[in-house]
């Protein structure tokens, strides 16, 4: 049974664009949501992330938005830039402190 | 260390053979975990160290899995007769994390293990 559903799989974006990635989950009792970026070769590292009682997080062109009643969530990218490219995780933290991941988003800004 | 280390960063064996994939977390950092990340797919939780609790195993996808964290720091992985299907990156991170807490995992660059 997969927690944390993550869509879609692959985003093409044209430079400039928004990018959005969507995330779902089943578990209320989950505590925080992070998102990670990864680039080929490299480990994920965390982008920006949101606990349950906060609809809205940013942080420069990063946003989370956040829907506890429809248990979802998901990432913004505005001004999207070919730096931008990578794979990107959604996930959500058990209260034992494991984290949960989605599937993944490989995001492709075209310049 | 600065960051969370992990070696080899390569590693091919024949189907079979033992392996063990080193973790070196960052120092202070209780919490460590292993994840798994076939191509193109999600990160696969593994298992997860906390302080001096037992660990939580419930990810290991067999008995030829094992793990263990040596005086609360460095971690090894062990695959015991490797399998073709467990060829995929495998990651290490480490955590300040206590429940209630908003840390992240720390990752590392991951080990790539190619069983031929």
């Known amino acids: 049974q997969q927690q944390v559903k993550q869509s879609p799989q692959s985003l093409i974006v044209q430079k400039g664009g928004i990018s959005i990635i969507n995330c779902a989950y089943e578990n209320t009792a989950f505590d925080y949501f992070p998102w990670y970026q990864q680039f080929p070769g490299k480990g994920p590292a965390l982008l920006i992330a949101i606990r349950p009682d906060v609809s809205e997080k940013k942080e420069g062109r990063f946003t989370i938005s956040f829907n506890k009643s429809a248990k979802q969530f998901s990432l913004h990218i505005m001004d999207s830039q070919p730096g931008d490219s990578a794979t990107y995780f959604c996930a959500a933290r058990e209260e034992g402190g494991k984290l949960i991941f989605g599937q993944g988003t490989e995001l492709s800004v075209k310049p | 260390g600065a960051g969370v280390s992990q070696s080899p960063s390569n590693k091919v064996t024949e189907k079979g053979k033992d392996v063990e994939l080193r973790c070196d977390p960052i120092?202070?950092?209780?919490?460590l975990y292993w994840y798994r990340q076939s191509l193109g797919q999600g990160l696969e939780f593994l298992i997860y160290f906390q302080g001096n609790s037992a660990p939580d195993k419930s990810g290991l996808p067999s008995d030829r899995f094992s793990a263990e964290r040596t005086g609360g720091s460095v971690s090894t992985l062990t695959i015991q007769r490797t399998q073709q299907e467990d060829s995929a990156v495998y990651l290490c991170?480490?955590?300040?994390?206590?429940?209630?807490?908003?840390?992240?995992?720390?990752f590392g660059s991951g080990t790539r293990l190619t069983v031929v």
């Open positions: 120092s202070g950092h209780t919490a």
């Open positions: 991170a480490s955590s300040l994390d206590h429940p209630g807490t908003a840390y992240g995992y720390t």
